[in-house]
């Protein structure tokens, strides 16, 4: 499984030749890009979206330029998310749409971003909020021509605050059992320590809300390490070492300070 460590800090990029996650509202404030060490993806930002505005304000061709340019200037970009739409209960609060609104949006988005740019590397989105409403959400890509199992990586949404239960370990299985190789977004380590081994790939900035809940390191003078590369690093270290051996007893909780 691919872990990318997810960032607020865009620069790192340039600084971390480990797997990174970054969201596109953190790099479009910036005029010039570092150059990737590395391999990353992008989060589209759709939950900031929905959340405040009830709606996409970025139009799909200013996504596409804002990708290409990511793609040609950052380089080592594995993939880009579309312009999803989340199925939490919260957001269809907000759009006043349904699930299955909400997934009609997403394949348009994956439709049109591919067909517009299919040069850049945008993947399938699975949204819903049930077992049964991903299972839809598959039948309704295929219903386009998408073939998931296809695919080389397919994004699980609207999973990330409720991944360390047995409710979402399930649905990620049974997804996983038909042959599509699932990304994780915001999957924290007690999420993965339940379904890493069937996982293509995770982000997690989870390690950021932990450090703000904790004295700094030793050494370091900042307030707190929500920011810290070596925070970070060490707690990716440790969510390396708990994945690669799902067998070992769970970890203490005083290591990550609520960021599991």
């Not at 997810?6 to 969201?23: A, K, N, Q, Y």
């Amino acid at each position: 499984m691919i872990f990318y460590l997810g960032t607020h800090m865009e620069h790192w990029l340039g600084l971390l030749d480990v797997p990174i996650f970054v969201s596109r509202r953190r790099l479009t404030r910036r005029k010039t890009f570092p150059r990737a060490l590395g391999r990353w993806a992008l989060d589209s930002g759709g939950f900031t979206e929905i959340s405040q505005f009830g709606e996409w304000q970025v139009t799909p061709a200013d996504y596409i330029t804002e990708v290409r340019r990511f793609r040609d200037e950052v380089g080592g970009m594995d993939w880009a998310s579309p312009q999803d739409w989340m199925c939490e209960p919260m957001m269809l609060e907000k759009t006043g749409l349904t699930v299955a609104d909400h997934q009609r949006l997403t394949i348009d988005s994956y439709l049109e971003l591919r067909a517009a740019a299919p040069d850049l590397p945008f993947i399938p989105v699975l949204q819903g909020w049930e077992l049964g409403d991903y299972l839809s959400h598959i039948e309704a890509y295929d219903d386009a021509g998408v073939d998931l199992s296809s695919e080389p990586v397919v994004g699980l949404g609207s999973v990330c605050r409720r991944q360390n239960t047995n409710e979402a370990a399930h649905i990620v299985r049974a997804i996983a059992a038909k042959g599509i190789k699932l990304h994780g977004f915001g999957f924290k380590l007690d999420g993965l320590r339940k379904i890493a081994d069937v996982l293509a790939s995770a982000d997690s900035l989870a390690w950021s809300y932990g450090a703000r809940r904790q004295e700094p390191l030793d050494g370091c003078t900042h307030k707190s390490c929500a920011n810290c590369m070596k925070y970070a690093m060490q707690w990716r270290g440790k969510v390396m070492s708990a994945i690669e051996s799902p067998k070992q007893p769970a970890l203490p909780g005083q290591w990550y300070g609520g960021a599991a």
